[in-house]
């Protein structure tokens, strides 16, 4: 009688640990997706090691030589607005390029965070230069030295470069 009493308890016990086990991985599971944290780890695993398509697969109607021979401009005329602008279309191109080249993310930030190291070794150059857009885009007092102007265009040359689009 003992015996079967401990049994039908141990049972129950058995019963509510898988249960409560359940639960527990339901709400990691949930809480992975919400963060999306599995998401940009099935992404490196999966597609952020594919290789890159060359410039030619991006698209005929998208050009990144015209582009960049309009922002090289803007630096030769010496303007500080002209300079601005430089930085700011650069950082829009490689944002269109990432876009063309179906890396994933809402914003620009999230699209650089995709990014492998080995598909973009500058990434850390990238990230320093799009903080300086950011930085002349919200700060209206803002100086941009040509110095820094061309530091900033270097980098999103070399970007270009290694992502094999100019």
Known sequence: MLETIINILLLVIKLIAGVASWIMFVFIIY???????WQKKIYNIFI???KLPAAGDISQSFTVNKEWESIIKRLATKDEANY??????????LDTVLKKLTIPG???GER???IPVSQLPSID????????RNHLVHTTEFVLTETKTKQAIDIYKQAFNE????
């Open 112 to 114: 650089l965070k995709a």
């Open 84 to 93: 601005k602008l430089a930085v700011i279309e650069a950082d829009k191109l």
């Open 48 to 50: 952020g090691y594919r």
């Open 31 to 37: 809480f992975a997706v919400k963060t999306e944290f």
């Open 125 to 132: 150059n990238v990230w320093q230069a799009h903080r300086l």
């Open 163 to 166: 992502l094999k689009v100019l």
């Open 106 to 108: 809402a914003t620009m």
